[in-house]
């Protein structure tokens, strides 16, 4: 009975320990716990500040009655790669056994400066030291926190959310909410250092679970993302304004007006659909556009008029020309032989 109860004691005093820096506050998600190493997880060291010319990692296992099994003996600690500036990397090997080491530490070539006791949660954190404890059962020892320090998976997710605010006029503005807010927020929190923090419950004890407040933001962003509406209001209002001029049936050729009413047809059939994409409304709008610019108007056919064609009018003129030629020749002989009898 003492024995289990002294290793709950030691339990909890060591993931206190390991995480004591930290401000517990309440998360929207806190899904990390401390788990046993497998192969391919990654384990970061950030030896800021640290005079260490190398970085090893020990590694164990701590058995329930204290006992301890070593993956390999205190001399012979694996060795962290430099990957750049003062970030190493540790890269669970293949041939460690899944499920079975729980603890490991981080130390100096000659194990002379190390740090407390840590164990493992999550691949893609970095733990740095802050300051060496000078008293109690880990004095010496240096203390620090977890840090996020690939921030890949985020970086993703935050891209692809980006990608919604470049349709942004198409969704309702319900939908939409304060998606903008938010990704600007996640992105400031990305930009810099993003600590793990501990989970209180409602009672402000510790729930031994872990998160960073990125992966919260995220997911009110993702929850946003995943329930957008498309506005269909648009695709409505561009059909109502070029409706009319199916009826201007003595402007514009048959054919044109009827793709032009084919496609408005398409667009009242998406309109039907309970949920339609941003991609099938842009579609239909630039279909509709594109059928309304080609409107064809409907030629006017102008008649050539032949004067041979008209005799009625070519007879008149050339009438009327002819009696006036020989009025002029008739009132000149009639003046000629005036003036000879007058002399």
């Known amino acids: 009975m003492f024995k289990k109860i002294s290793f709950s004691i030691l339990i909890l005093s060591f993931v206190f320990a390991i995480f004591s820096n930290i401000s517990p ?4 998600t806190a899904d990390m716990e401390l788990s046993t190493l497998k192969k391919g997880d990654v384990i970061y060291f950030d030896a800021s500040g640290l005079d260490w010319d190398e970085v090893k990692i020990h590694i164990w296992k701590k058995n329930a009655d204290g006992s301890g099994e070593a993956y390999k003996d205190w001399n012979n600690s694996d060795s962290m790669k430099k990957v750049s500036g003062n970030i190493y990397s540790y890269t669970v090997p293949e041939d460690m056994t899944e499920g079975k080491y729980n603890h490991f530490l981080f130390k100096n070539s000659d194990g002379t400066k190390k740090t ?6 999550k691949t893609g954190f970095a733990y740095k030291c802050t300051h060496t404890i000078e008293s109690g059962e880990n004095v010496n020892k240096l203390e620090g926190y977890w840090y996020l320090y690939d921030k890949s998976e985020q970086e993703k997710l935050l891209s692809e959310a980006k990608k919604y605010q470049l349709d942004k006029e198409y ?3 319900d939908s939409y909410g304060d998606l903008d807010s938010l990704i ?3 992105s400031t929190k ?7 923090e501990a ?4 009672k402000g004890n510790l729930t031994y679970k872990y998160y960073v407040e990125i992966d919260a933001d995220l997911e009110k962003i993702k929850e946003i993302t995943d329930n957008l509406v498309v506005n269909k209001e648009i695709l409505q209002n561009k059909i109502d304004e070029v409706l009319p001029k199916l ?24 309109l039907e659909k309970d949920n339609i994409t941003v991609d099938e409304l842009k579609n239909s709008l630039i279909s509709i556009d594109d059928a309304a610019s080609k409107l064809e108007a409907i030629p006017v056919v102008k008649e050539d008029v032949k004067i041979s064609e008209n005799p009625k009018t070519f007879d008149g003129i050339l009438g009327t020309l002819l009696f006036g030629i020989v009025g002029i020749l008739g009132f000149g002989f009639a003046f000629k ?5 007058f002399r």
């Open 337 to 341: 032989k005036y003036r000879f009898n």
């Open 116 to 121: 407390i006791d840590l164990g493992f949660i």
């Open 171 to 173: 969704y309702t503005k």
């Open 247 to 270: 009826d201007e049936t003595n402007v514009y050729t048959k054919v044109s007006l009827d793709n032009l009413k084919n496609e408005i047809n398409l667009g009242k059939e998406l």
């Open 190 to 196: 990305l930009n810099n250092e993003i600590v793990m």
């Open 184 to 186: 600007e927020e996640a």
């Open 199 to 202: 989970e209180k419950d409602e």
């Open 25 to 28: 506050v309440n998360a929207l």
